[in-house]
């Protein structure tokens, strides 16, 4: 099985890339976009475009309802959801397939078991994967987190069971200031991700921060293509990507490598994604798990000579990995730095 069209529910940077994939493989493209990117370079470049609607990106390009009609109306065979925007919906992706399409991403049962990340630690430890310590029970009452963050020791992070970069987290170094830091935190999560929901972890302090690029096929086949470093943050953004990681020796990146394809295989994920682990000293702790592609996945492919989306389509398209672990060479260094 293979593709003859891929439709991109996405715009700008991403999108272009997406289409000079298709291209290379001969698929067509088709581009989507709003009002606002009636001239932009994804919406000319691409082989067929459809307007979704007006500018405001409830109206465009996070509007199901439209995406699944220019979905049908196009014909397109697959749906590649880049990254932003609706890629880690699962809503979406049961949409998509509804609509007789393929997903090109994870299914939608595992978008869900890595979303939510107190699911995603319990699948990490089921999976023999280093967590940090801390407290992810039902009883989320002010008092039991306050004795939980106790046991743990201060300093603690409360952290949104939902969602990610850095919304609904708090770090608190004194008692005194937990109750007000956990109500915080639920005020937050709550309107970021329509979930009020926290859990607690031990605050690891000045650890570096190190993401590891998995694929896996629809046969069981799962591999890791090495790590990527984003220690270097401005609120909890990434600032600069860097791989390979350079406080990584050869049997430390063998060893969380290998964890990120135990917990891949876990979670029952297919296509790409990426396993973020904190890196304290030679001991490391799963974070969470992005089940999309993400903007440095060229950091990537510049140090392994693999073109992800290639991997990602091939998956898509029920064929089995082309390559085994072995066949993955990490040559040179390189470096992105979003401005």
Known sequence: MSFGSVLIANRGEIAVRIIRACRELGIKSIAVYSEADERSMHRRLADEAYLLGPAPAPESYLNLGRLVEVIERSGAEAVHPGYGFLSESAQFARAVRSAGAVWVGPPPEAMEAVGLKVRAKDLARRADVPTIPGFDGEDEGEDR???????????????????????????????????????????????????????????????????????????????????????????????????????????????????????????????????????????????????????????????????????????????????????????????????
């Open 145 to 339: 987190l306050a004795g939980e963050a106790d046991r743990i020791g201060y300093p603690v992070l409360v952290k949104a069971s939902a969602g990610g970069g850095g919304r609904g987290m708090r770090a608190v170094e004194h008692p005194e200031d937990f109750v007000e830091a956990v109500r915080g935190a639920r005020r937050e999560a709550e309107a970021a991700f329509a979930d009020g929901s926290v859990f607690l972890e031990k605050l690891v302090e000045r650890p570096r921060h190190v993401e590891v690029q998995v694929i896996g096929d629809s046969q069981g086949n799962v591999i890791h293509l090495f790590e990527r470093e984003c220690s270097i943050q401005r609120r909890h953004q990434k600032v600069v990507e860097e791989a390979p990681s350079p406080a990584l020796t050869p049997a430390l990146r063998a060893s969380i490598c290998d964890a990120a394809v135990r917990f891949t295989r876990e979670a029952g994920y297919t296509n790409a994604g990426t396993v973020e682990f904190l890196l304290d000293g030679t001991e490391f702790y799963f974070l969470e798990m992005n089940a999309r592609l993400q903007v440095e996945h060229p950091v990537t492919e510049l140090v392994t000579g693999l073109d992800l989306i290639h991997l990602q389509l091939a998956v898509a398209a029920d064929k089995p990995l082309p390559l085994l672990q072995d066949d993955v060479i990490l040559r040179g260094s390189s470096i992105e730095a979003r401005i």
